[in-house]
């Protein structure tokens, strides 16, 4: 069963009502959509790529496996040869970005990438709460001024990304979970992720479902703020990162979440703000 894929593009054309409905459908139905002609440059996507997997490849691939905690802990079961699986911890690379934080300072052109690539994603999630906000019946801008903390002009969200990667494991795969299985907590995320190595999964109506790798889509999911802020419309779904025998998985989800000060409730009742009908 594939995830929906929407070409972001037709939202400005012809088709626009169309493409507000599959938006729809992904936010109510899924929790899960892919975006395709989203409007961010594919060179700068194949930068975001190249800056990434080098900064995995110079600067953390051999901590990984020399030393952190994933791999002790399944050294130690094998040595027992126990027949347990790795509980409470994921098979994953793992740091995160932020305006604050202290950045790479050894990957060539890491920073100044990551800086635009960032800058074009917030752009990206906000143009899609406008939507959410048009779907949902609510005044245009509301999502966007509740995750600021009531303020209409105010940048308060928080921006985070968080760059991931997942080492192949060769042996004992049954032993490892890449990252497991959960929902977000926070608004909305955009994944960049690995468009040759899967494993990313969701739950739907009971079933584990692969979300299929699209050469530079951004996949879009729903997180339990908006599910709240929908009154339960929008999903947050569970999703789970499979570790994989070949090839190391590049995931770059970027997490537009309401300020650390935001109250958060829920928008929508049965008629909708204004009273306007919610199917």
Not at 173 to 182: Q, Y
Not at 190 to 207: H, R, Y
Request: negative net charge.
């Amino acid at each position: 069963m594939p995830i929906p894929v929407i070409d972001f593009s037709k939202l400005d054309g012809e088709e626009r009502d169309k493409t507000m409905a599959r938006i729809a459908n992904g936010c109510e139905q899924w929790g899960f959509f892919q975006l395709v002609n989203h409007g961010i440059p594919v060179e700068l996507l194949e930068r975001v790529k190249k800056v990434t997997t080098e900064c995995y490849k110079v600067e953390r691939e051999g901590e990984f496996f020399k030393s952190s905690t994933s791999v002790k802990l399944l050294k130690e079961l094998i040595d027992k040869k126990s027949d347990e699986k790795l509980e409470n911890v994921d098979w994953e690379d793992v740091f995160l970005l932020t305006n604050d934080n202290e950045w790479s300072p050894k990957t060539p052109g890491f920073k100044e990438t990551m800086t635009e690539y960032r800058a074009e994603l917030k752009k990206l999630a906000e143009k899609l709460m406008e939507v959410m906000d048009e779907n949902l019946g609510l005044q245009k801008g509301y999502i966007k001024k509740m995750f600021n903390g009531g303020d209409t002009y105010g940048e308060n969200a928080f921006f985070g990304t968080k760059v991931s990667h997942y080492p192949p494991c060769l042996d004992h795969l049954d032993k490892v979970t890449g990252l497991r299985a959960h929902t977000d907590a926070g608004g909305i995320i955009l994944l960049f992720q690995d468009d040759e190595v899967g494993g990313l999964e969701i739950l739907k109506d009971g079933e584990w479902t692969d979300v299929q790798p699209i050469p530079n889509a951004i996949c879009i999911n729903t997180g339990d703020q908006i599910e709240v802020l929908s009154n339960g419309r929008y999903k947050s779904v569970w999703h789970r990162v499979q570790a994989m025998p070949k090839g190391t998985r590049r995931s770059i989800a970027s997490f537009y979440n309401p300020s650390y000060n935001a109250i958060i409730y829920r928008t929508c009742d049965r008629t909708g703000p204004k009273g306007k009908q919610v199917d």
